[in-house]
């Protein structure tokens, strides 16, 4: 009984092979297939514009004119870097983004995060022209960078910065990226939110981030937010995605900040940051009570930078050591509770009050020394490293 068993179940089995093929390839021919190349259709090469645009509805008309306008200023950042797997060995890596030109001189807005690390940078623009880029410098906790190519005479188009202070939720943007590779890509929608906070990393935020609805993926990093005049108002950044893909929730990094980064960057080739000159412990929790202090939130002034303006303005440090856990810290300081009234109780509530100063500005820290509450002006320095 046993080899006719055998030879039942194999021919069992080997039916199943064949339905399972067989389905295989009916899929393969007749089903939903995933695209092996994908590129933009340049602007200036449709035929019959004029025809074309004559069916156009009013809100699409808006939608084609941006795109024309601004499509050839988008640029698709290709860059590579070097990394080690576990055995140390060197591994190629590749990555993608977005930036948009500012200036016809050949520089281009992008995010920190799409060159960080990068070797060697390429810009692809809207005319498929390829330029080798070099990195100029970048504000990390802003997440904005610079670079610059050298147009060799060509004429490049770059796009206007708006003013996004003027921004009010429900107007209608658009954006203009290359998401998944996919280039010059255009999508729309309104502006959900205004004057978010988003915190991208352990470093970087948006302060006062634009949210949209326009669709935003992975590769559309980097590129502009438009509004309906053709101005850019924002740079796309980041999106809230539980499943990995656009859920309709996007936030871009507002021009004005951008402004002035891009303006120091192309003028004194660094960013320009307020400096206060402190390092601090968050206090919440257990600890203010086991230090027995005087509130429940803040920042423990453990050191006053020597010669920065937080010691120059009276601000004081910790004057004896403790242990906490695992560590050792500084007692006996100052305990920042606000500046100009806005409170701390973190090291980002911190870079968030400082964030649109410059140095040379004043500003007011409040603080506990023992259980006295004091105001104290402080006119802030300027940080020389990132």
């Known amino acids: 009984m046993t080899a006719p068993n055998h030879s039942h179940r194999a021919r069992i089995i080997l039916a199943a092979l064949v339905l399972i093929l067989g389905a295989y390839w009916a899929g393969t021919r007749f089903g939903s297939r995933q695209p092996t190349s994908v590129e933009a259709v340049p602007a200036n090469a449709l035929t019959d514009v004029s025809q074309h645009d004559a069916t156009l509805t009013s809100d699409e008309s808006i939608n084609v004119r941006i795109y024309r306008q601004a499509s050839p200023a988008v640029a698709n950042i290709l860059t590579k870097a070097t990394e080690y797997d576990f055995f140390m060995d060197p591994v190629p890596v590749e990555g993608a983004g977005s930036g948009f030109v500012i200036d ?3 520089y281009i807005l992008t995010n920190y ?3 960080e690390g990068a070797q060697s940078i390429e810009v692809v623009l809207g005319d498929q022209s390829h330029y080798p880029a070099k990195f100029i410098g970048a504000d990390q906790r802003n997440d904005v960078a610079l670079l610059k190519i050298d147009p060799n005479g060509k004429h490049l188009v770059a796009l206007s910065l708006g003013d996004s202070g003027k ?3 429900g107007q209608k943007v658009l954006a203009i990226g290359n ?3 996919f280039q010059s890509t255009l999508t729309t929608g309104v502006v959900s939110a205004l004057g978010r906070t988003v915190q991208t990393s352990q470093t970087t935020f948006i302060d006062e981030a634009i949210q949209t609805d326009a669709a935003i993926n992975r590769g559309n990093s980097g590129g502009p937010l438009i509004n309906t005049h053709g101005e850019v108002i924002g740079i796309n950044s980041a999106i809230y995605t ?4 656009t859920a309709g929730i996007g936030f871009a990094i507002p021009v004005n900040t951008a402004k002035n980064i891009a303006n120091d960057l192309m ?4 960013v320009h940051r307020a400096f206060l000159g402190v390092e601090t412990l968050p206090i919440g929790g257990w600890l203010s009570e086991a230090l027995d202090l005087p509130v429940k939130e803040g920042l423990l002034v453990e050191r006053a930078t020597k010669g920065g303006p937080a010691a120059a303005a009276g601000i004081h440090g910790g004057d004896r050591i403790a242990e906490a856990g695992m560590r050792k810290i500084a007692i006996g300081g100052d305990v920042i509770t606000a500046i100009d009234s806005q409170k701390v109780a973190t090291q980002l509530d911190v870079n968030l009050a400082l964030n649109h100063k410059r ?3 004043s500003v007011t820290v409040t603080v506990y020394r023992g259980g006295k509450k004091m105001d104290i002006p ?3 320095g300027e940080r020389t490293s990132n």
């Open 378 to 380: 402080v006119k802030l």
């Open 359 to 361: 140095p040379g500005d």
């Open 179 to 181: 998401p998944f590779g």
């Open 242 to 245: 539980p499943s990995g893909t």
């Open 113 to 115: 995060h799409v060159v």
């Open 167 to 169: 921004l009010q939720v």
């Open 267 to 270: 003028t004194d080739g660094r």
């Open 104 to 106: 016809p001189r050949g």
